[in-house]
C-alpha cells in the first residue's frame, strides 16, 4: 500500500450507518422481524445506506440446523431485502446458512443493496466451541470485503473479535469493520475493550453491534458501538433497545493513517521465532 504525505487531503466520502440493538425473540423469525420493524420505524431513519443487525438477528443464538434452518434462512433474506427496499439501505445481519447434503450451517452474515439484491456474505471463521457452535455449524474459510459506495467495509461475526490476526490482514484493505454479535453480559468487558483495541491497532472504524436481552437462558446487554480509528467511542447504547446512528468518514480514515503512519511500520514477516 502507498501512503500519502502528511497533509494530503481527499474528497470526504461518508457513509451514514445504523445500528440495530435489539431484543432477539428466540426462534421466533416472525416475531423479531415484527420487532425489528417498529423499532426501525420509531427512528425514523432517513438517509441510512446501511443498515446492521445483530448475529443471527432472525432467532437467536439457538444453533439451529436442518430445516428449521432452512427456513429461517429464506424468511431471514426476504426480510433484508424488505428493509433494503423500504429505507433505500444496504443490511446485513448474520443467519443460519443451510449447506446441501449437511444438516449443519454456516452462520453467515448476508448483505442485500438498496435494490433488495443479495451483493455478499462472509461466513463466520471462529466457530464458539466453549458453546458448541462447531458442533453445529460449519466455518467459513475466507475473509470478506465489501465497497459499499465510497467505504470499504470488513464483516465479521461475534468470536471473531478475540482473533486479532484476521483484522490485521484485512487492515490496509479496509476503512471500517463491522462486527455482529450475541456477546453476553458475563463477558460484556471483554466486547468492549476488544472493539476497541481492533479501531486502534488498525486505525479503522469498528462497528459493533450487540443484541440485548435474554435468549436460551444467556443475559446479554447490548453495547452496540462506533468507534472512530483512533478509538474513541463516539457513541454507545445502553442496556436497552434502540438504534445507533453514526457516520464513517473516508477522510478521516486516510488522513489519520498518513500523520500517524502505524500500518506502514508493521513487520510481519519478522513475527517468528528463529
Known amino acids: ?68 434452518a432452512k427456513e429461517c434462512f429464506h424468511a431471514g433474506l426476504a426480510f433484508l431485502k424488505e428493509c433494503s427496499q423500504a429505507y433505500d439501505s444496504y443490511c446485513a445481519g448474520s443467519l443460519p446458512k443451510p449447506i446441501d447434503d449437511d444438516e449443519r450451517c454456516l452462520n453467515s452474515i448476508q448483505i442485500s443493496n438498496r435494490k433488495g439484491e443479495l451483493v455478499g456474505e462472509y461466513a463466520k471463521i471462529h466457530l464458539f466451541s466453549f458453546a458448541n457452535e462447531d458442533r453445529k455449524a460449519i466455518p467459513g474459510k475466507a475473509l470478506y470485503v465489501l465497497q459499499i459506495e465510497e467505504v470499504r467495509i470488513g464483516f465479521f461475526v461475534c468470536y471473531d473479535l478475540r482473533f486479532p490476526q484476521a483484522f490485521a490482514s484485512l487492515a490496509e484493505e479496509v476503512d471500517a469493520y463491522a462486527v455482529v454479535a450475541n456477546w453476553p453480559a458475563s463477558r460484556r468487558e471483554h466486547w468492549d475493550t476488544l472493539l476497541k483495541a481492533r479501531a486502534i491497532e488498525n486505525q479503522a472504524y469498528v462497528m459493533g453491534v450487540n443484541r440485548v436481552g435474554e435468549g436460551g437462558g444467556i443475559q446479554y446487554s447490548g453495547g452496540t458501538s462506533f468507534i472512530s480509528p483512533q478509538g474513541q467511542v463516539e457513541g454507545v447504547t445502553d442496556n436497552t433497545e434502540g438504534v445507533l446512528v453514526a457516520s464513517i468518514s473516508v477522510e478521516e480514515v486516510r488522513s489519520y493513517r498518513a500523520s500517524f503512519p502505524t500500518l506502514r511500520d508493521r513487520c510481519p514477516e519478522s513475527y517468528r521465532l528463529d
Do not use: C
Not at 423479531?32 to 420509531?42: C, I, T
Open 1 to 68: 500500500m502507498d501512503y500519502p504525505a502528511t497533509g494530503t487531503t481527499w474528497e470526504d466520502k461518508k457513509l451514514n450507518v445504523a445500528l440495530i440493538q435489539a431484543n432477539i425473540h428466540w426462534n421466533d423469525y416472525n416475531a423479531s422481524f415484527d420487532h425489528y420493524r417498529a423499532l426501525l420505524s420509531s427512528a425514523q431513519l432517513s438517509d441510512v445506506d446501511l443498515i446492521l443487525f445483530p448475529e443471527m438477528f432472525a432467532s437467536g443464538f439457538s444453533l439451529l440446523t436442518g430445516d428449521s
